[in-house]
């Protein structure tokens, strides 16, 4: 037990069909993102640091929904989100509505440590962003063709996204999550927890967000409790369907039963997975303050990569 | 055991030289909301329908801050925000950056029931508020003379407020703060108190809800979103519990303050004043904050570990109270 540990995930739910060249891609940037963690933590990073730096990865990297590459919305624009939470004294900072700042991820961290609030949105977080002279690029940056081509087949599925599962007519149809088919939109939300050598954990996440969401939208990405939370005992973050997330405050749930049903990080993951998201589908990743790494998700799939000081390492997608 | 019960507050910390009068029409706008869900709960309005209905009236009445009499962002204009939670389902609607939107939780109802989110923030809530054809009025309506005065303090004092405890320059912090006065959000209370509102209900049926509504923090950044529409934070209804928090944003986002109450309740089997005082001592740290909560079989309790809370509460079996100090 003990020593440090790191887990990532690019979003769970995912294309059944995803061409093999696809899952390629996916684990390859996986595995450099989980790498780039190790080494810091190796460098005796702290683990918010550590968080902070892969998660800035993910969003400069196109592959998954955040940073470049993020979902568009109904208007064909981005707009991102993210949290990031520092366990030792459960410090955080949340962002939402971001259309020019190049790592979202950055300016939540700044949010907790510059400014004197907890959670900063839309243009007024742009404005503090331009005070803080983070990097900012145009709109069109974070916007790519595939998104541009996935927004079109939304709209022509003429279906409106839900954060909520829109019940099926016909039972245990065709993967949907958020009342889309698993190959139209997959969340692919971004995520990083780690505990560094110290023991000390931090989560960090980063989203664009629902493909074709209405403008102004807010999901779970940002929402301490939610998508994101790390305290003295774990660091967690989460990825699916919103809503199942935010009504089951998924994040700090994990931490809960840590801590008032005594139970350990695994246990602790599979029951919030099984019990807290009736109808939702969603993943997590959590790391705890002893070392380890878990994770779980109650759909077909989750982007994921996780690794342990004592040489542990895996990268996969499926169940 | 059992019947409906309902508690409503004005805010976690109070001037404590809160002029007289202003403490009765305090305890005068507490009791009138208050009567407003007892007469509801007594013709069967289900829990989500009272808790709306309560803050509704809290939002207009321009006494504490929320809709009309919001606290002021560092621009001088109002941004409001909310939310709402249905305990049966746990189904919810949240709003942020409201400028035009005269009943925050009622367009919060409306995410929750009418849009296929759940938490539409600035020009994206105020357009399906347009599209849902709710009151709307001008920025100009929500602003008191009251606030106007408030803000040109708070930055005369020139003191930025933050969401969390800033440490009293000159003074050890543990246990002491012996000299400093009485300040929440950076800001002494005499400037500036929350005075965020919030409804909680468990109707004749067990079914519990909850709703907070808000202005926010005087001299706020603009884009600043605090506890009040975030769920687990500010705002958290369950099949156990309805429970609704004022106070430091910062204390309640971090400490997860209102799902923990209902966590504590399921997690470790206490009741709910057990749970509630629980997490006012040992989830709040250094933070300034309280709530007020309901259970399924008809209990209400509060707690709040600074200096005075408006609250009122009442339970079917013709309880009633309303209170500011300790």
Not at 30 to 58: F, K, P, Q
Not at 282 to 308: D, H, K, P, Q, W
Request: glycine letters at 10%; one cysteine or more.
């Amino acid at each position: 037990m003990g020593g440090w540990a790191i887990a990532v995930h690019g979003g769970a739910g995912v294309d059944p069909n995803l061409p093999p060249q696809r899952q390629e891609e996916a684990k390859k940037l996986l595995t450099r993102c989980l790498n780039l963690g190790i080494s810091a933590l190796r460098s005796n990073a702290s683990a918010i640091d550590v968080v902070e730096l892969v998660v800035r990865e993910l969003e400069t990297d196109p592959l998954f929904n955040s940073g470049r590459g993020s979902a568009l919305t109904e208007n064909g624009t981005v707009e991102m989100e993210a949290s990031i939470m520092d366990g030792p004294k459960r410090r955080c900072g949340a962002v939402s509505g971001l259309t020019t700042v190049k790592n979202p991820i950055s300016l939540a961290r700044l949010v907790m440590d510059k400014s004197p609030h907890s959670y900063l949105a839309f243009h007024g977080a742009e404005q503090f962003a331009r005070q803080q002279g983070v990097q900012l690029v145009d709109n069109q940056y974070f916007i790519t063709r595939e998104n541009v081509a996935m927004l079109k087949l939304a709209k022509e599925a003429n279906t409106i996204l839900f954060d909520y599962r829109i019940p099926n007519e016909s039972c245990g149809a065709g993967l949907q999550m958020n009342g889309l088919p698993l190959s139209v939109y997959a969340p692919e939300t971004v995520g990083c927890v780690a505990v560094d050598s110290e023991g000390l954990c931090a989560a960090a996440t980063s989203t664009g967000g629902l493909m074709n969401k209405r403008s102004g939208r807010i999901g779970d990405s940002p929402l301490i409790g939610a998508g994101t939370y790390a305290c003295e005992l774990c660091g967690v973050s989460c990825t699916g369907e919103g809503e199942a997330i935010i009504r089951g405050t998924v994040a700090r749930d994990v931490a809960a039963v840590m801590e008032y049903k005594g139970v350990g990080l695994q246990e602790a993951v599979d029951f919030v997975v099984k019990h807290r998201l009736d109808e939702g589908k969603a993943g997590l990743i959590a790391v705890s303050s002893s070392g380890e790494v878990a994770y779980a998700f109650n759909c077909n799939a989750m982007f994921r990569a996780s690794a342990t000081q004592d040489g542990f390492m895996e990268v996969a997608i499926w169940d």
